[in-house]
Nanobody, 118 residues
Framework: VQLVESGGGLVQAGDSMRLSCAAS????????MGWFRQVPGKQREMVAMLALVGSRGSNYADAVKGRFTISRDGDKHTTFLQMNNLNSDDTAMYYC???????????WGQGTQVTVSS
């Protein structure tokens, strides 16, 4: 499985941005996709996850509930993270992740930087 992210960049506080993550390869092994973020000196933290199979749906970090929405492109293994009302605390490197019990380990994208100026 390979993940390619797009989106990211510099925005002002209050702006919106959308990140995309396209999976390729053995996508049948993927059960869930989502986004984590990390700032220097801190642990990577979950932002949003979306189950691609089953009925678990999506879940969000408390810090982004009501502002971020994770979705997928129909039956494709492409996920989107719509981020609204961004603030400086959202500044981080954002990583796409794919999970599945048939994957040897979680698969990570290369990361995309999101910077929110106040």
């Amino acid at each position: 499985v390979q993940l390619v992210e797009s989106g990211g960049g510099l925005v002002q506080a209050g702006d919106s941005m959308r990140l995309s993550c396209a999976a390729s390869g053995s996508i049948f092994k993927i059960n869930a996709m989502g986004w984590f973020r990390q700032v220097p000196g801190k642990q990577r933290e979950m932002v949003a996850m979306l189950a691609l199979v089953g009925s678990r749906g999506s879940n969000y970090a408390d810090a982004v509930k009501g502002r971020f929405t994770i979705s997928r492109d129909g039956d494709k293994h492409t996920t989107f993270l719509q981020m609204n009302n961004l603030n400086s605390d959202d500044t981080a490197m954002y990583y796409c992740v794919a999970q599945g019990n048939r994957l040897k380990r979680d698969v990570w994208g290369q990361g995309t930087q999101v910077t929110v100026s106040s």
